[in-house]
């Protein structure tokens, strides 16, 4: 049974003090968070005072990015000895945004995948197509081919370290525009995922392996995705920001669970 995963991708947002304000505020009534892990993904500079604010709660960190390498003479990057240091379990790799904005390549997405397994971070691999892909019918080629670059150093990987992967599925014409994915086709990019994963490493790894859906997920559509066979939690990055709208999505959560 693959557990429920809900991450909050907070991007290039919030200072040290708005991160704290956030947890101050989302924490004074905790509820509806059974069953379900619940990842921050802050800015580097708020990952020490999160991990110190959340040291007491089921909560648990995230990064948005890092190096593959262990230490070396790397101007302003961040290695997974660094984020493992401060009680960082998961880190979000190959973001659309990092390969868009930053030319993020292949090879090196899968240089962080294989990095992570062996620096006992938890990968959130994140690949989708682009509105394009979609219009001429590539989305299929297009995840498969993501999956296969960035799995590349990893495919050796046993079921337990199968089991800590999560894939996020993102179409990048969802991402921050309000134009979140209908439920059938982020559940057919799922299905499609999932039997790509069986067909690169075995069904057996393919079958442990958690899928999100990511693209301006909300309360009010967050069922549509996680109700689905394949998807097993979302990626979300508006909707985070605010106490508020992030409580609403988990209660929403909560809903479904208890249904
Ligand atoms: C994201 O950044 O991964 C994301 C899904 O953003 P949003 O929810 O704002 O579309």
């Known amino acids: 049974m693959r557990q429920l995963i809900l991450a909050a991708n907070w991007k290039m947002h919030k200072t040290v003090d708005d991160a704290e304000f956030f947890l101050k505020r989302f924490m004074e009534e905790p509820s509806g968070i059974t069953g379900l892990?619940?990842?921050?993904?802050?800015?580097?500079?708020?990952?020490?005072?999160?991990?110190?604010?959340?040291?007491?709660?089921?909560?648990?960190?995230?990064?948005?990015n890092m190096h593959w390498e262990k230490e070396g003479a790397y101007t302003g990057e961040i290695s997974?000895?660094?984020?493992?240091?401060?009680?960082?379990?998961?880190?979000?790799?190959?973001?659309?945004?990092?390969?868009?904005?930053?030319?993020?390549?292949?090879?090196?997405?899968?240089?962080?995948?294989?990095?992570?397994?062996?620096?006992?971070?938890?990968?959130?691999?994140?690949?989708?197509?682009?509105?394009?892909?979609?219009?001429?019918?590539?989305?299929?080629?297009?995840?498969?081919?993501?999956?296969?670059?960035?799995?590349?150093?990893?495919?050796?990987?046993?079921?337990?370290?199968?089991?800590?992967?999560?894939?996020?599925?993102?179409?990048v014409w969802a991402i921050g525009t309000g134009l979140a994915a209908s439920g059938k086709d982020a559940g057919e990019?799922?299905?499609?995922?999932?039997?790509?994963?069986?067909?690169?490493?075995?069904?057996?790894?393919?079958?442990?392996i958690r899928i999100q859906y990511g693209g301006s997920v909300n309360s009010d559509n967050i069922l549509d995705f996680v109700?689905?066979?394949d998807i097993d939690g979302a990626l979300v990055g508006g909707a985070s920001l605010k106490p508020g709208s992030f409580k609403e999505l988990i209660l929403a959560l909560d809903r479904l669970r208890r249904s």
Not at 37 to 64: D, N, R, S
Request: aromatic share 8%; hydrophobic share 45%; proline share 6%.
């Open 37 to 64: 892990e619940l990842v921050f993904c802050p800015p580097f500079t708020a990952l020490y005072p999160m991990a110190q604010l959340i040291k007491e709660t089921p909560f648990v960190l995230g990064a948005q």
């Open 80 to 171: 997974p000895l660094m984020l493992r240091e401060l009680g960082v379990r998961y880190v979000i790799l190959g973001h659309s945004e990092r390969r868009r904005f930053f030319r993020e390549q292949p090879q090196e997405i899968s240089l962080k995948v294989a990095s992570a397994f062996n620096f006992g971070l938890n990968p959130i691999l994140c690949i989708g197509e682009t509105e394009e892909e979609r219009r001429q019918g590539h989305t299929e080629k297009v995840l498969c081919r993501q999956l296969r670059e960035a799995l590349a150093d990893s495919l050796h990987i046993d079921k337990e370290h199968a089991s800590k992967l999560v894939i996020a599925y993102e179409p």
């Open 189 to 208: 990019a799922a299905a499609i995922i999932r039997s790509y994963l069986a067909e690169l490493l075995d069904k057996e790894r393919a079958a442990v």
């Open 227 to 229: 109700s689905l066979p």
